[in-house]
């Protein structure tokens, strides 16, 4: 007899790994510390910023999740088993070839979403969350060509001050911890979501968030893994610089 509740179970897209991906597929730009990495999760591909600026409802059956959050779950190939409360929806990331579909056919196969590709269109002239400065969140220098010496350069700025008071090495790991509100996981300046740079996931509602006295923001669980590998408690961003 057939089991009520899941008989249809949508047969979802492969989670790509960071490492397999270069560049963005949609626009083809390579990921680098100032063009970070960001998943899908409709169709699991790993793009940038830009090309997936949304946050969109969608079923949590429609939504693609890293392997690990699948565990138990699934006991090995095909689709994963139906998640609590896969009936109701979730706030996701989607890129711009998932949204388009979603708009042009609701609810048609995931296949058809990249049919007819709109890579002729040029990038939307608003900013995105890697134009802004990791340490002062303003807007960086727009650059017309590839080179991101404009941009190390203003940060080598916002970093200087701090560098040469060196009280963000001195201070033994300190740091403020709260839970995460709405206000913490959106930029207030450019309504983009806000990431954790060590595990490049955005910050959600609840999670516990930690500050250092450079005022970086990670997730708790991402510093404390990173002052447990490193065992200096200096900050991820800062310590690049030196």
Same mark, same amino acid.
């Given at each position: ?69 699948? @565990? ?7 689709? !994963?088993?139906? *998640?609590?409360? &896969?009936? +109701?929806?979730?706030?996701? /990331? $989607? ?56 941009? @190390? ?7 200087? !001050?701090?560098? *040469?008071?060196? &009280?963000? +090495?001195?201070?033994?790991? /300190? $740091? ?67």
């Amino acid at each position: 007899m057939a089991s009520h509740g899941y008989s249809h179970i949508p047969h979802l897209p492969r989670w790509q790994p960071d490492s397999a991906a270069k560049a963005c597929p949609i626009c083809e730009c390579a990921f680098s510390f100032f063009n970070r990495r960001h998943h899908c999760r409709r169709c699991g591909r790993v793009v940038c910023a830009t090309c997936s600026p949304d946050k969109i409802v969608i079923p949590a059956a429609y939504i693609v999740r890293p392997p690990e959050d699948d @565990e138990g779950s699934s006991g090995g190939e095909g689709p !994963p088993s139906p *998640r609590r409360g &896969s009936e +109701t929806g979730e706030v996701v /990331r $989607m890129c711009k070839e998932c949204v388009d579909s979603g708009q042009r056919g609701h609810g048609s196969s995931g296949n058809s979403r990249h049919g007819g590709r709109r890579a002729s269109h040029p990038p939307p002239p608003q900013l995105s969350e890697n134009d802004y400065c990791p340490i002062c969140h303003r807007a960086l220098p727009f650059l017309p060509d590839p080179s991101e010496a404009g941009r @190390e350069a203003h940060i080598a700025s916002c970093l200087t !001050p701090i560098t *040469r008071s060196r &009280s963000y +090495t001195n201070s033994g790991g /300190r $740091m403020v911890v709260w839970n995460a509100t709405h206000k913490d996981t959106i930029d207030t300046g450019t309504r983009e979501p806000v990431e954790c740079i060590i595990c490049f996931e955005d910050f959600e509602e609840g999670q516990e968030i930690a500050r250092l006295e450079c005022l970086c923001r990670f997730h708790k669980k991402c510093i404390r893994s990173w002052f447990d590998r490193k065992g200096n408690g200096q900050c991820p961003v800062h310590i690049m610089h030196e």
